[in-house]
């Protein structure tokens, strides 16, 4: 089945400092018409930076969107022309005042597939060194907090952590820091052809 949609009118809603809506006239696959109203703001990275003694350095900041104080993972915009690993290291240092030595890409996602644009790459950052904690935004406030890895999974599974790149990356992070040894990939392979869910035993 042919799913593309073919835009035959653009119009800007609103553009502003940081993002900007457009409508769009679509065709559909059976030839009616239709509006998607799409958002459009600047991609960013995520940071899921882990120390040498198993502490995530979380951001604890009021989000006005929703009216709350929430714990997050380190987050930025990606600047014009800059690689995002550089705004990795970039947005650490400026928030929890840690610069990692080591960054490995966990994936890349989209927020809002529905109606928006933006992506975020996440990374894990380990090796954490000293670095200057200096702000560019002097209207941001932020308080940071060192918690057991572990305990930060736990407030992902208890819906204590409500923002979702912040989910996303502890819940990746986790992943790559227990990786499956060759018995649990002997177990996925047989376990596949009748398509059930068993629970992999803890080690």
């Known amino acids: 089945m042919n799913l593309i949609e073919r835009v035959i009118g653009k119009k800007v809603v609103y553009a502003?400092?940081?993002l900007s809506t457009e409508?769009?006239?679509v065709?559909?696959?059976d030839g009616r018409r239709a509006i998607r109203d799409i958002v459009r703001p600047p991609d960013a990275v995520a940071v899921v930076p882990i120390d040498e003694d198993g502490l995530i350095h979380l951001v604890r900041q009021y989000r006005s969107a929703i009216r709350r104080a929430i714990y997050e993972i380190p987050a930025g915009l990606i600047d014009p022309g800059e690689r995002p690993a550089a705004t990795a290291r970039r947005e650490c240092e400026e928030e929890i005042g840690l610069?990692?030595?080591k960054l490995i890409k966990l994936c890349k996602f989209y927020s809002a597939v529905g109606f928006s644009t933006g992506?975020?790459?996440?990374?894990?950052a380990q090796g954490l060194t000293a670095g200057r904690r200096a702000h560019s935004?002097?209207?941001?406030?932020?308080e940071v907090r060192a918690i057991p890895f572990e305990q930060a999974v736990r407030w992902v599974l208890t819906n204590r952590i409500v923002d979702a790149k912040s989910i996303l990356g502890i819940l990746w992070a986790?992943?790559?820091l227990e990786p499956e040894t060759p018995k649990d990939r002997r177990r996925t392979v047989r376990s596949e052809p009748d398509r059930t869910d068993r629970p992999s035993r803890r080690r």
């Not at 935004?137 to 932020?142: G, I, N, R, S, V």
């Open 16 to 18: 502003g400092n940081y």
């Open 23 to 25: 409508q769009h006239t």
């Open 27 to 29: 065709i559909l696959p």
């Open 99 to 101: 610069r990692p030595r």
């Open 119 to 124: 992506s975020i790459q996440l990374f894990m």
């Open 137 to 142: 935004d002097a209207t941001e406030f932020l």
């Open 174 to 176: 986790r992943q790559r």
